[in-house]
Structures are given as C-alpha cells and as structure tokens.
C-alpha cells in the first residue's frame, strides 16, 4: 500500500494550493482518508478528514472556512484544497488512510494505518 502526495510548494500569504493524495495497493473507495501536517519543532497535527462516502468531512479549527478536503474514489485520489494560506500553515502535510473501512471520519492520527510521504508546504508572509 502506498499513499503519494503531491502539489505542495511555495505560495505567497492569502495564495492557494490543491493537495493530492494518490492511493496504489488499496481502494480509497472503502477507506476514511485524513490529511495532517507537521511544522518544525512541533507535533503532528489534525488538519482535515472524510469518510470513505465522501458525506461527511471534519477539519481542524484553524483551517475551517479555508481548506476543503474532496476525493474521488473513481480515480483513488483525495484532495485538500487550501485557500488564504498563512505563513501558520508552513508544515510537510502528510495524507493517510484508515483500514476499517467504517463509515466514519477520523480526527485522531491513531485511527490511520496507512500514511503517505508528506508534501511540503510553505507560506511566506
């Protein structure tokens, strides 16, 4: 099972980017998918989650009204999209994927069995 993430990069304050999680040896289509972040220094850190219907979604607080999380399990792919970025938002974003294969949405990182790489986002003020 692999989980690649992509579409990071370097964006201005108040820019955007879409982030891409990519799934080989796994179905997304019957996995809870969850995207986090981790900023030097600092633990990793809940970002955004949606259940494997793609009804229902949770985010953190302070991406909330910004970052939108979506996936097509046609193609095996989940996205973040993230709008307004703050430098705060500096982090390598990390995409994984539960296996229980329950209808839920997962805000725990404990809940996630399978995790990609990470992709590195960075926000300048």
């Known amino acids: 099972v692999q989980l690649q993430a992509s579409g990071g990069g370097l964006v201005q304050g108040g820019g955007s980017l879409r982030l891409s999680c990519a799934a080989s040896?796994?179905?997304?289509?019957?996995?809870?998918t969850g995207w986090f972040r981790q900023a030097p220094g600092k633990e990793r850190e809940f970002v955004a989650a949606?259940?494997?219907?793609?009804?229902?979604?949770d985010y953190a607080a302070s991406v909330k009204g910004r970052f939108t999380i979506s996936r097509d399990n046609a193609k095996n792919t989940v996205f973040l999209q993230m709008y307004s970025l703050k430098p705060e938002d500096t982090a390598v974003y990390y995409c994984?994927?539960?296996?229980?294969?329950?209808?839920?949405?997962?805000?725990?990182?404990?809940?996630?069995?399978?995790w990609g790489q990470g992709t590195q986002v960075t926000v300048s003020s």
């Open positions: 949606i259940n494997w219907k793609g009804t229902n979604t």
């Open positions: 994984a994927a539960d296996s229980s294969q329950f209808d839920n949405v997962y805000a725990r990182s404990t809940e996630y069995e399978f």
């Open positions: 040896g796994i179905s997304f289509a019957y996995h809870a």
